[in-house]
Antibody
């Protein structure tokens, strides 16, 4: 059964780098046909797609974050990761990792999410 | 970016009611629309994709319709498990964007 589990620091200082990992179990991220994504939700607010990576390593970013964000795969650990540079309080959010289907960019399976607070 | 606007923001209803949520896109998105349900402290759950296709395991009381710029999510007979926040999402043009959410609460 597919499971996605986010992990990483729950507190990051302003101007530093937010780093999160999503561990996937029940499916090899090296195998087609899926994409893997990060979506965030500021407290009390709506959802924002941030980045997606294909099993072949192709990456797609939200233009609003493109200068600060990197998504990557670690096939040996069956994980994918998110790095967001130069964070501010506006980056405080619950970060979800999710699976995206091939051919259509909706998200059919989500992790439980991790709250990351940006504060000194 | 394509803006997705949901209405109403909050909907108060009773068990057994039929409820309808509207989602409008700022430009045409053809049929590239999904709906999600989110309960407090939980991840969103995919309900419907490509306007009207129910995800596996989603009860048939949920249905979706629309095309172009206007879409609806309907629940034919609201059940206690359906009280939640609902989001639409367009996946026609990158960046993929979500509506602001509609809270369905108990009247």
């Amino acid at each position: 059964q597919l499971q996605l589990q986010e992990s990483g620091p729950g507190l990051v200082k302003p101007s530093e780098t937010l780093s999160l990992t999503c561990t996937v179990s029940g499916y090899s991220i090296s195998s087609p046909p899926y994409y893997w994504a990060w979506i965030r939700q500021p407290p009390g607010k709506g959802l924002e797609w941030t980045a997606t990576i294909h099993y072949d390593g192709s990456t797609y970013y939200n233009p609003s974050l493109k200068s600060r964000i990197t998504i990557s795969l670690d096939k040996s650990k069956n994980q994918f990761a998110l790095k967001l540079n130069s964070v501010t309080a506006a980056d405080t959010a619950v970060y979800y990792c999710a699976r995206r289907v091939l051919g259509m960019a909706y998200f059919d399976f989500w992790g439980r999410g991790i709250l990351v607070t940006v504060s000194s | 970016d394509i803006q997705m606007t949901q209405s109403p923001s909050t909907l108060s209803a009773s068990v057994g009611d039929r409820v309808t949520i509207t989602c409008r896109a700022s430009q045409t998105i053809s049929s590239w629309l999904a709906w999600y349900q989110q309960k407090p402290g939980r991840a969103p759950k995919l309900l419907i994709y490509k306007v009207s296709n129910l995800e596996n395991g989603v009860p048939s009381r949920f249905s979706g319709s629309g095309s172009g710029t206007e879409f609806t999510l309907s629940i034919s007979s609201l059940q206690p498990d359906d009280f939640a926040t609902y989001y639409c999402q367009q996946y026609s043009i990158n960046p993929w964007t979500f509506g602001q959410g509609t809270l369905v609460d108990i009247k």
